[in-house]
């Protein structure tokens, strides 16, 4: 069987194999809201991707109207290449990256968001072995990542230094409302819900100083500006639970926290309000890495998403232009 000629444009020194399966869905499909639910995509990101595919390439890959979808010359020619691309690829996962577990980072082992992701990826990929990690921050966790040392994190995506953002990818999974941690007795602990305005005068730890947190510590700062509460100054790092229960207990500063914190004996946890202050959380990995059990937490973080509301932001609901960008951006 003689090859097929090659697409036109000039050719590419590396296509993103993600990129491809894209394209070969919806050639498949012939409809892009199918395709994207086949893939587990919001049908924008869907097109994005295969419009960066023909850029790539050099060559118009779909005919679009209104009405239908349809295949171009230089689509039908891709399609074998793709193809045979993608059936070489799930070979060497089947040969090696299904034996090889997916390293996740939860972060802390009380945070709630990743912890239900991993566990309904656990749920619908149960041949595949997902194995929880613990870096403290997304900023911490960004370098494991682009070492391959880890494979998936979650966190504050905008957070990240854009450096470290190029060489990875993301999917929004949450926007956390947010909450502050009170000593019991403070003058706030017996509010149910705590306004911004409240804390003018306060003193809040927001893990300032913190190297594998300076994500979390800028989120808090864009927040505070203009409403008079100040970022406690850098402490001794704590490592462990009760380490920082220990230093906190010696500070007595306020937390700022999301609202599925972890308990801590002698903290009250309240709710943040008017506005509704939101930590974007999103699922973030090695820029073309692929392994079946990344596709099983993509799926999971989208259908908690769905059955929990995550991604729905409150009418007052707060977050930083950034952000509000790069989590609509995906």
């Known amino acids: 069987m003689s090859a097929p000629p090659p697409v036109s444009g000039p050719a590419p020194h590396h296509v993103d194999p993600r990129l491809l399966r894209a394209f070969l869905t919806v050639a498949e499909e012939l409809h892009?809201?199918?395709?994207?639910?086949?893939?587990?995509?919001?049908?924008?990101?869907?097109?994005?991707?295969?419009?960066r595919l023909e850029r790539e390439l050099g060559a118009e890959l779909f005919v679009r109207t209104t009405r239908q979808v349809t295949l171009t010359a230089d689509g039908e020619r891709l399609v074998p290449y793709a193809r045979r691309a993608l059936d070489a690829q799930d070979e060497l996962l089947a040969a090696f990256g299904q034996a090889r577990p997916l390293l996740v980072d939860l972060n802390s082992p009380g945070l709630v968001t990743g912890?239900?992701?991993?566990?309904?990826?656990?749920?619908?990929?149960?041949?595949?072995?997902?194995?929880?990690?613990?870096?403290?921050?997304?900023?911490?966790?960004?370098?494991?990542?682009?070492a391959g040392r880890l494979d998936a994190s979650f966190g504050r995506f905008a957070g990240l230094d854009p450096a470290l953002r190029a060489g990875l990818d993301h999917q929004p999974v949450r926007y956390e409302p947010m909450a502050i941690l009170l000593p019991e007795g403070h003058r706030l602990a017996s509010l149910e819900r705590v306004p911004l305005a409240a804390l003018a005068g306060e003193t809040v730890y927001a893990g300032a100083?913190?190297?594998?947190?300076?994500?979390?510590?800028?989120?808090?700062?864009?927040?505070?500006?203009?409403?008079?509460?100040?970022?406690?100054?850098?402490?001794?790092?704590?490592?462990?639970?009760e380490e920082f229960r220990r230093i906190m207990a010696k500070t007595r500063n306020p937390i700022l926290a999301v609202v599925d914190f972890p308990a801590m004996p002698d903290g009250v946890l309240r709710p943040l309000a008017d506005p509704v202050p939101l930590s974007p959380?999103?699922?973030?990995?090695?820029?073309?890495?692929?392994?079946?059990?990344?596709?099983?937490?993509?799926?999971?973080?989208?259908?908690?998403?769905?059955?929990?509301?995550?991604?729905?932001?409150?009418?007052?609901?707060?977050?930083?232009?950034?952000?509000?960008?790069?989590?609509?951006?995906?």
């Open 115 to 146: 912890r239900s992701v991993l566990y309904r990826a656990r749920e619908l990929a149960p041949d595949q072995e997902l194995m929880a990690r613990y870096e403290s921050g997304l900023t911490g966790a960004a370098g494991e990542l682009l």
């Open 281 to 330: 959380v999103s699922l973030v990995w090695r820029r073309g890495l692929t392994h079946p059990a990344l596709d099983a937490l993509r799926r999971a973080a989208i259908e908690l998403g769905v059955e929990h509301d995550w991604l729905r932001r409150p009418v007052d609901g707060w977050i930083p232009a950034i952000d509000e960008h790069l989590m609509s951006a995906t």
């Open 209 to 241: 100083g913190n190297p594998r947190t300076p994500e979390w510590t800028d989120l808090a700062r864009r927040l505070f500006e203009g409403r008079g509460i100040e970022i406690a100054p850098p402490m001794p790092l704590a490592v462990g639970d």
């Open 32 to 51: 892009f809201t199918r395709a994207a639910a086949r893939l587990y995509v919001a049908q924008q990101a869907l097109s994005r991707d295969v419009r």
